[in-house]
């Protein structure tokens, strides 16, 4: 049995074709710049993981196994409350439990694990002590909207990411201008002013918003449509590159793999242990690619390749530098 890897959560322009013209209810709440987890819970045990691992006593990273297991009372009493009252949209699970015998749910809390030694730069990282902030839940595999557990309380150390300030928007995706003035508004103040940071007596910067459906129909995967907004890559229109000249046009784009981008270069490094830089670079460039596709779509063949290059360089030379400072 192993934690599900939590999927990437995409830019507004690469979810405008799941939405298919509707009008949905969105919830904004705070993206936190951490570690990526998931906690599993299946018949009293415990399967943990960070973004890209599966974590053991003797393979750890940050403490977090150290960490889930000093709080998994806590984790199993939420999940007790979570399945005693679970939304109507599990009616059919219910009742194959009911068919099957079975009383044991599988659910999974994934979180953003946050606080000194983990990430900089942010107001988050400035809190004494390390947090486990709870942003998604799982129960047999299937999303819980947030609303369903909006008023859920942990408690030492453990937080739902709706006890911190959240957004409530509706997006006309037939005509989303204001909508998006309003999120990319939300997410500079976010960007001058963590609020999970603030409450927490903390002031710094923070990172963005994420943006995910307050409700969905049963049976279907809420994840095509959670986008995020980062304050650092505010606008959620495309560029319009194709009046640059060819010379200058790599060079430009280029500036997506930016400093936080870099910085996730060590961090898969120091977390899968992977030692080969090329190997690192590409898994780095293979995720700008994916999350920058409508930016890059303008690049030929050619300049695709050249960007790719250039892009090796520089997080070559980030790892480099940073090995010096180890």
């Given at each position: 049995?192993?934690?599900?890897?939590?999927?990437?959560?995409?830019?507004?322009?690469?979810?405008?074709?799941?939405?298919?013209?509707?009008?949905i209810d969105y919830?904004?709440?705070?993206?936190?710049?951490?570690?990526?987890?998931?906690?599993?819970?299946?018949?009293?045990?415990?399967?943990?993981r960070s973004r890209?691992?599966?974590?053991?006593?003797n393979d750890d990273?940050?403490?977090?196994?150290?960490?889930?297991?000093?709080?998994?009372?806590?984790?199993?009493?939420?999940?007790?409350?979570?399945?005693?009252?679970?939304?109507?949209?599990?009616?059919?699970?219910?009742?194959?439990?009911?068919?099957?015998?079975?009383?044991?749910?599988?659910?999974?809390?994934?979180?953003?694990?946050?606080?000194?030694?983990?990430?900089?730069?942010?107001?988050?990282?400035?809190?004494?002590?390390?947090?486990?902030?709870?942003?998604?839940?799982?129960?047999?595999?299937?999303?819980?909207?947030?609303?369903?557990?909006?008023?859920?309380?942990?408690?030492?150390?453990?937080?739902?990411?709706?006890?911190?300030?959240?957004?409530?928007?509706?997006?006309?995706?037939?005509?989303?201008?204001?909508?998006?003035?309003?999120?990319?508004?939300?997410?500079?103040?976010?960007?001058?002013?963590?609020?999970?940071?603030?409450?927490?007596?903390?002031?710094?910067?923070?990172?963005?918003?994420?943006?995910?459906?307050?409700?969905?129909?049963?049976?279907?995967?809420?994840?095509?449509?959670?986008?995020?907004?980062?304050?650092?890559?505010?606008?959620?229109?495309?560029?319009?590159?194709?009046?640059?000249?060819?010379?200058?046009?790599?060079?430009?784009?280029?500036?997506?793999?930016?400093?936080?981008?870099?910085?996730?270069?060590?961090?898969?490094?120091?977390?899968?242990?992977?030692?080969?830089?090329?190997?690192?670079?590409?898994?780095?460039?293979?995720?700008?690619?994916?999350?920058?596709?409508?930016?890059?779509?303008?690049?030929?063949?050619?300049?695709?390749?050249?960007?790719?290059?250039?892009?090796?360089?520089?997080?070559?030379?980030?790892?480099?530098?940073?090995?010096?400072?180890?």
């Amino acid at each position: 049995m192993s934690t599900k890897k939590f999927p990437s959560v995409e830019k507004f322009n690469r979810i405008v074709k799941y939405a298919n013209g509707s009008s949905i209810d969105y919830r904004g709440t705070v993206k936190l710049h951490g570690c990526n987890t998931g906690t599993l819970l299946l018949n009293d045990k415990l399967y943990i993981r960070s973004r890209h691992k599966q974590l053991t006593e003797n393979d750890d990273f940050h403490d977090f196994y150290k960490f889930v297991h000093e709080h998994e009372n806590i984790l199993k009493e939420v999940a007790k409350v979570i399945t005693s009252n679970l939304p109507i949209e599990f009616e059919e699970i219910r009742k194959k439990k009911l068919l099957t015998g079975s009383h044991d749910y599988e659910v999974c809390f994934y979180g953003e694990y946050c606080g000194p030694g983990i990430q900089k730069g942010v107001g988050i990282s400035l809190l004494k002590q390390r947090i486990l902030v709870i942003f998604q839940i799982t129960v047999d595999d299937v999303w819980l909207p947030l609303t369903s557990w909006e008023k859920v309380l942990f408690g030492e150390r453990i937080y739902n990411i709706q006890q911190f300030p959240f957004w409530d928007i509706t997006i006309d995706f037939n005509n989303p201008n204001d909508a998006i003035d309003e999120m990319n508004r939300l997410t500079m103040e976010v960007g001058s002013e963590c609020p999970v940071a603030k409450s927490l007596g903390i002031i710094g910067s923070g990172e963005g918003i994420v943006w995910v459906p307050r409700i969905w129909s049963q049976g279907t995967d809420p994840t095509n449509l959670w986008f995020k907004t980062r304050a650092d890559r505010i606008s959620l229109h495309h560029k319009n590159h194709k009046l640059k000249s060819v010379d200058n046009l790599v060079n430009d784009l280029v500036s997506l793999l930016d400093e936080a981008r870099l910085d996730q270069a060590i961090e898969y490094k120091q977390e899968t242990g992977i030692k080969n830089f090329s190997e690192i670079s590409d898994h780095i460039i293979a995720n700008l690619l994916r999350e920058e596709s409508d930016q890059l779509e303008v690049l030929s063949e050619t300049q695709l390749v050249k960007f790719k290059n250039i892009c090796k360089g520089k997080i070559i030379m980030h790892l480099k530098a940073n090995m010096k400072t180890e």
